[in-house]
Nanobody, 129 residues
Framework: QVQLVESGGDSVESGGSLNLSCATS????????MGWFRQVPGKEREGVAT??????LYGDSVRGRFTAVRDSAKNILYLRMTNLKPGDTAMYYC????????????????????????WGQGTQVTVSS
């Protein structure tokens, strides 16, 4: 069982930066791929970033502004967010899984919430204009 705990959400002004953290329950990175997702009420969960062995991929709306980084020594996944916009306001979740990709491209598969079994409780990011 993988446990994930997000932190770092806050309220910031447009153009600001935030760093989210996802603490994992041990040596997860060696055998699991990880993802960052976000969701606003009434909308589907959106893939923000995914990181695994040999790849790091981003959603179109955040590419160039967000960076996903794994710290294997601390077992923490980070999401570094810059140039934040009001449209980035959402609950942010980290997720993990280790199932083999069975269909689609790397982006299609690993940025889909369906590819993940384990989820954290989320951390709220609010960006004001």
């Amino acid at each position: 069982q993988v446990q994930l705990v997000e932190s770092g959400g806050d309220s910031v002004e447009s153009g600001g930066s935030l760093n989210l953290s996802c603490a994992t329950s041990g040596d997860v990175f060696s055998s699991y791929y990880m993802g960052w997702f976000r969701q606003v009420p009434g909308k589907e969960r959106e893939g923000v970033a995914t990181i695994g062995n040999g790849f790091t991929l981003y959603g179109d709306s955040v590419r160039g502004r967000f960076t996903a980084v794994r710290d294997s020594a601390k077992n923490i996944l980070y999401l570094r967010m810059t140039n934040l916009k009001p449209g980035d306001t959402a609950m942010y979740y980290c997720a993990a899984d280790n199932r083999a990709r069975t269909h689609g491209s790397l982006r299609t598969y690993y940025l889909s919430p369906a590819a993940y079994t384990f989820w954290g409780q989320g951390t709220q990011v609010t960006v004001s204009s």
